[in-house]
C-alpha cells in the first residue's frame, strides 16, 4: 500500500505496541527501519529476526545523550533520516493534591522533554542537509479532553499537541511536514492492568465504535500521516480513537 524504499525511518518505542506494528509496516513498505526502545532486548532481538536489516537502539529517550546517540546511529547507517514517529511513551497515574513531584517529573522527562530532544536534534540536522522530512507525533485523546487521575500524561499530550502545530508553522515552509495521532484506548501491554481490572468489554462501552481498536488499526494511519500520500497534511491532530474525541 506505501512505498518507502529508500527512505530510513525512526520509530521510538518501536519494539513493542503500537510502535512495534508501525516498524513493521514501514519494513514491509521497503524502509530502513531504526526501533528505540528502553529496555526489553528480548523483544528487540524478535523484531532484528523478523525484519532482518533493522537497527534497534536501547536507551532512555529523556537522557540528552542517548537522545543524540539514536538520531546519530541512525544516520552512521543509513546515511539519511526522513521520518521521525514519536511514539515512544508511559502512562500512570498521579492523583490531584498528592504532590508527588517526582511521579510529574519523571512523566515530563519521559513522554515530552524525550520528544523535544529526539526531535529538535534531527530537525537541526535537517536544516543543515537540507532534508524534507517528515514527522508524526502520537499524542493521546488524554490531551484533548484531559483525563482524571492522569493529569500529569495528558499536560504531556496536550504539550504535544501545540508542539506538533507549532513545528507545522515554522518548518512546513522548509519542506519538513509534522502531524499527529490521538488514539484513545489501544489495545496494547500499557493497557493490560487496566483490562485485567475493568474488563476490555466495559472499556470498549466507553468508545463509540464500541470495541478497542488494535495496535495495527493506530499504526497504518501513523505511516500514512508519514507517507507521500499525506504530502497536504501539515499540522493535523489526526483522531484515531474510534470516534472517542470529535475535534483535533
Ligand atoms: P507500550 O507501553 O506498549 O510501548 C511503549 C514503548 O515506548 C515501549 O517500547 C517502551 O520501551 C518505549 N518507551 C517508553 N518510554 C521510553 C523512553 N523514555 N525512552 C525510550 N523508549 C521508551 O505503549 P503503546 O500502547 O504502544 O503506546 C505507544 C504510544 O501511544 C505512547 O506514546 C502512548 O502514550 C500512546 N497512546 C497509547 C494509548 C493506549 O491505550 N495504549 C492511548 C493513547 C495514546
Not at 16 to 22: K, Q, S, T, Y
Not at 101 to 126: P, Q
Amino acid at each position: 500500500m506505501f512505498d518507502f524504499k529508500g527512505k530510513t525511518a525512526i520509530v521510538t518505542g518501536g519494539t513493542r505496541g503500537i510502535g512495534l506494528a508501525v516498524s513493521r509496516i514501514l519494513f514491509g513498505s521497503g524502509a530502513n527501519v531504526v526501533a528505540s526502545y528502553s529496555s526489553n532486548r528480548k523483544a528487540a532481538e524478535r523484531l532484528e529476526a523478523e525484519c532482518p536489516g533493522i537497527l534497534t537502539v536501547s536507551g532512555d529517550l529523556g537522557d540528552e545523550s542517548t537522545a543524540v546517540s539514536l538520531i546519530d546511529s541512525a544516520f552512521e547507517r543509513f546515511n539519511t533520516i526522513d521520518v521521525l514517529i514519536n511514539n515512544a511513551g508511559i502512562w500512570n497515574y498521579l492523583t490531584a493534591g498528592s504532590f508527588q513531584v517526582e511521579v510529574w517529573d519523571h512523566m515530563i522527562r519521559n513522554n515530552l522533554r524525550s520528544v523535544y530532544l529526539v526531535t529538535d536534534y534531527l530537525i537541526s540536522r535537517w536544516l543543515k542537509d537540507g532534508t524534507k522530512g517528515r514527522i508524526v507525533h502520537v499524542a493521546s485523546t488524554a490531551g484533548q479532553r484531559g483525563e482524571a487521575e492522569h493529569a500529569h500524561y495528558a499536560a504531556t499530550k496536550g504539550a504535544i499537541i501545540s508542539y506538533t502545530k507549532s513545528l507545522s508553522s515554522e518548518l512546513a515552509p522548509k519542506g519538513i511536514i509534522t502531524n499527529c495521532v490521538a488514539p484513545g484506548w489501544v489495545d496494547t501491554e500499557m493497557n493490560t492492568d487496566v483490562f485485567a481490572d475493568s474488563g476490555k468489554e466495559k472499556v470498549a462501552a466507553g468508545i463509540p465504535l464500541g470495541r478497542v481498536p488494535s495496535a495495527e488499526e493506530i499504526a497504518w494511519p501513523i505511516v500514512f500521516l508519514a507517507s507521500e500520500l499525506a504530502s497536504a497534511i501539515s499540522g493535523e491532530i489526526l483522531n484515531v480513537n474510534g470516534g472517542s474525541v470529535l475535534c483535533g
